[in-house]
């Protein structure tokens, strides 16, 4: 089945980096279009970022762009989100998501809190 798992959230400091990882499988990686959202406590989900199949195109909220970065690598079944220069505003459920035969599709989520 059509599955997306998401890893490397955490506590970090303000200023401070993190990268996600989200692994998929049951499906053709490589076939659909993956982002990254989230979801802070109280308020509701916000797309952050997305990738383009082969990752020619790519996309960003106006509040972390300059500072997250989004790819994938297709071998690995693998969409990654950089996060640089994290801020409290930041703190947030992290979900990955894909669109897969016609069904929205969404890993568990990881948290990232960004607190000194």
């Known amino acids: 089945q059509v599955q997306l798992v998401e890893s490397g959230g955490g506590l970090v400091q303000p200023g401070g980096s993190l990268r996600l990882s989200c692994l998929g499988s049951?499906?053709?990686?490589?076939?659909?279009?993956m982002s990254w959202y989230r979801q802070a406590s109280g308020k509701e989900r916000e797309l952050v970022a997305f990738?383009?199949?082969?990752?020619?195109?790519?996309n960003y909220s106006d509040s972390v762009k300059g500072r997250f970065t989004i790819s994938r690598d297709n071998a690995r079944n693998t969409v990654y989100l950089q996060m640089d220069s994290l801020k409290p505003e930041d703190t947030a459920v992290y979900y990955c998501?894909?669109?897969?035969?016609?069904?929205?599709?969404w890993g568990q989520g990881t948290q990232v809190t960004v607190s000194s």
């Open positions: 998501y894909a669109r897969v035969l016609a069904a929205d599709r």
């Open positions: 049951g499906f053709v990686f490589s076939h659909y279009v």
């Open positions: 990738i383009s199949h082969f990752g020619g195109v790519t």
